[in-house]
C-alpha cells in the first residue's frame, strides 16, 4: 500500500522542492516554490475532515477533524469500513440514501469526481451530522480525474482510492429547518399557513378524483373578535387566537386539516366526508367557539361564521373552493353571524369580481393605469441610498388604487401577469434612466418579477429591450424572484438566469425563508443577494429564535458570497441588531415608505448632500 501515490496511513512524505520524495509516485503534486512542507501537518491542520477510503471501501486515512466530525478516535477510524463508520445517510428531502448508492461508489465506478454533496450522515455514536463533501478519484498515476491515458491502459482505469472531503453544516441545516417549519406554519397558532394548506389541499383533490369521493372546505371568521383586540390589545387576542386553534384541532378529525390564513381567519379542510358528516363537524365548531373563553381571569365570548365548499361539486381546484368557501362565509355574517352556509350559485357575483379585475387588467395598459412608486435601500454600514426598488400600483376605473396584493394574484391565475411583468420593467428602466441624466447619484434598480416572467421564454428579450430602451447598463438593474422558481431546477431555467447574468443583471431572491430552497439551489444557480423576509425582522432582537435565524441566514449568505438586504425594518432597534450581525443593506419605513418618484428624487439629493456628495439640480 504505501507504494500508492496516496499513503495507507499517515506516513506522508516531506515535500522538497522538486515535489513529493521518491516514496512517493505522484512528484510534482505540490508547486515548485514549496520550499519543504510536513503534507502530514497541512493536512491533520486542516478544519475539514479529510479521509480516504479504498476501493474496498475501508478507511486507510482520517485527519483530527474527520474524527471529530465521526464521533470515532483516528485509530478506531482507520481500517474500518465506511458503512461502519456512517451507519445510515439521508438526502436533503431526509429521504434515506443505500450505501450502494453513496458518493464512493459513483467515484470508483466511474472515475470522475462528486462535488457538492449535501446529506445528512447517521454516526455511530448516535449523532446526525449533516456535510458539505467532496469526494475525488485517486488514480495510480497520481491523477484525480479519468483522463484519456488512464482509460487507454485498463490497469490505470480504475481509482485505487476516494479522497473525501467533509465540511460539517449541521447548524445552518438546524436552521434551514426553522426557517421551513415557519415556511409552512404559522408562527402564532402553530397551525399550517395559507401555502401549506393549497399545497395539502391539492394534494386531497387528486386523491379524492382517484376515488371519486369529496373534499370539504369550511372557512371560517371569527364574530366579534375585533372588538377584543380593541379592547384588550393585541396580546390578549393572540392569546385568545392559541385558545381557538385548539379548540378547531379538537373539532376535527386526526386525518383533517386546521389552517390559519391570517388575523381571524381559518380554514378546515375534510377528506372522504359526506354532507351530514361535514354540517356535524361544523356544529361541533359553532358549539365549541360559543363556549366562554377564560384568559387571563377574564371570561370573553366568540361565535365564528363558517362557509362551505364541497369539491367536486363547487371546484376542482384550492383557489376556487376557497374563494366559494369565503363567499360562503360572508352569507353567513349577512344572516345573522355565528351560523354556516354552503356554497350556491347565487353567490357567483361574488366570484365574477375576478372576472371583472380580469377584464380591467386586460385594458389597464393602454389606459394608463398603472403606476410605479419606489422604496429606497440603504447601505446599512454608510447610511447611504444605494438602490430602490419598483412597486407596481393599480389605479382602477372601476376599483380605484389598489395595491399588488389585491390584484397580482388574479394576473398570475388569468395569465396576464408577465404582460405586467413587461411594463414594470420598462417602466422603472425608463425611470431609472430619467434620475441619472438629472444628475442623480447611480442607483441601482431592483425589479421584482413574477414566476411566470422567468418560464415563459420572453424575459430574456424583454430585459434586453428594456435596457435598449431605457439607454442604462446591465448593472444599472436587479430582477427579484422568488424561492418556488429554483424548485423548477431544469436546464433552461440555469441557462436563463447566466444569459442574464451575461448582460451584467444580478439576480436577488425575494421573501428568503418564506419558501424553500435546497442549500443545493442555492449552490447551483448564479444568485448575487438574499433578501430576508419581513416576517424574521418584524421582532428582532427580541425574539431569540428569530435573532438565531436572521443570524444564520446573512453567514449562510457570507460563506456562499451573496449580499442580504433585511425588508420591512421599523425601528432602530432591528436596524442595529442588523448591522452588528452583517447585513448589507435594509428597506423599510425606517427610512421611508414607497414614494412617488419626485419624493425619491428629493430623499436621494437630501440623502447625498448628508454625506458630502454634489448632487446637480435639473428638473
Known sequence: ????????????????????????????????FCPKLDLLSMVNALTEGILVCGADRRVTYANPSAARLLGLPVDALVGRLLPTVVTSAVDEFDAS????????????????????????????????????????????????????????????????????????????REAQQRIRHLATHDTLTGLLNRSALEDRLEHALALARRNQSRVSVMFLDLDRFKNVNDTLGHQFGDMLLREVAARLQACAREADTVARLGGDEFVVMLEALDGLGTRRVAERILSAISAPFHIEGQELYLGVSIGIAVAPHDGDDPNTLLRKADAAMYLA????????????????????????????????????????????????????????????????????????????????????????????????????????????????????????????????????????????????????????????????????????????????????????????????????????????????????????????????????????????VETLGQLEFLREVGCDEFQGYLLTRPLEPAAVQDLVRENARRYGERVPRFS
Open 1 to 32: 500500500m504505501n507504494s500508492l501515490p496516496f499513503p495507507s496511513r499517515v506516513d506522508f512524505a516531506l515535500v522538497d522542492a522538486d515535489g513529493l520524495s521518491a516514496d512517493c509516485p505522484a512528484r510534482g503534486a505540490l508547486p515548485s
Open 97 to 172: 440514501i443505500h450505501e450502494a448508492d453513496w458518493p464512493d461508489q459513483d467515484v470508483i465506478a466511474e472515475g470522475q469526481p462528486q462535488l457538492n454533496q449535501i446529506f445528512g450522515m447517521h454516526c455511530v455514536d448516535g449523532r446526525t451530522v449533516w456535510v458539505s463533501s467532496n469526494w475525488t478519484p485517486l488514480f495510480a498515476d497520481g491523477s484525480h480525474s479519468m483522463t484519456a491515458s488512464a482509460r487507454a491502459s485498463e490497469a490505470s482505469a480504475t481509482p485505487y482510492s476516494v479522497l473525501v472531503s467533509l465540511v460539517d453544516i449541521t447548524q445552518i
Open 333 to 568: 355574517k349577512e344572516r345573522g353571524r355565528n351560523n354556516f352556509q354552503t356554497f350556491t350559485s347565487d353567490l357567483d357575483d361574488r366570484v365574477s369580481r375576478r372576472f371583472r379585475i380580469e377584464s380591467g387588467l386586460r385594458r389597464a395598459s393602454d389606459r394608463n393605469e398603472f403606476y410605479a412608486d419606489y422604496q429606497p435601500r440603504v447601505d446599512v454600514r454608510s447610511g447611504r441610498i444605494v438602490s430602490v426598488e419598483a412597486l407596481i400600483r393599480w389605479n382602477s376605473a372601476d376599483f380605484g388604487h389598489m395595491m399588488p396584493g389585491q390584484f397580482i394574484q388574479d394576473a398570475e391565475e388569468t395569465g396576464l401577469i408577465v404582460e405586467i411583468d413587461r411594463w414594470i420593467l420598462r417602466a422603472a428602466c425608463d425611470q431609472l434612466a430619467r434620475w441619472r441624466r438629472i444628475g442623480l447619484p447611480d442607483l441601482r434598480m431592483s425589479i421584482n418579477l413574477s414566476g411566470q416572467a422567468f418560464s415563459s421564454g420572453q424575459l430574456s428579450g424583454m430585459v434586453r429591450g428594456a435596457l435598449l430602451t431605457s439607454g442604462l447598463p446591465g448593472n444599472a438593474v436587479e430582477l427579484e424572484m422568488t424561492e418556488g422558481i429554483l424548485i423548477r431546477d431544469d436546464p433552461s431555467l440555469h441557462a436563463l438566469l447566466t444569459e442574464l447574468r451575461a448582460m451584467g443583471v444580478s439576480l436577488a431572491l425575494d421573501d428568503f425563508g418564506t419558501g424553500y430552497s435546497s442549500l443545493s439551489y442555492l449552490h447551483r444557480f448564479p444568485i448575487d443577494t438574499l433578501k430576508i423576509d419581513r416576517s424574521f425582522v418584524q421582532d428582532l432582537p427580541h425574539v431569540v429564535e428569530r435573532a438565531a435565524i436572521t443570524r444564520a441566514i446573512i453567514m449562510m449568505a457570507q460563506a456562499m458570497g451573496m449580499k442580504t438586504v433585511a425588508e420591512g
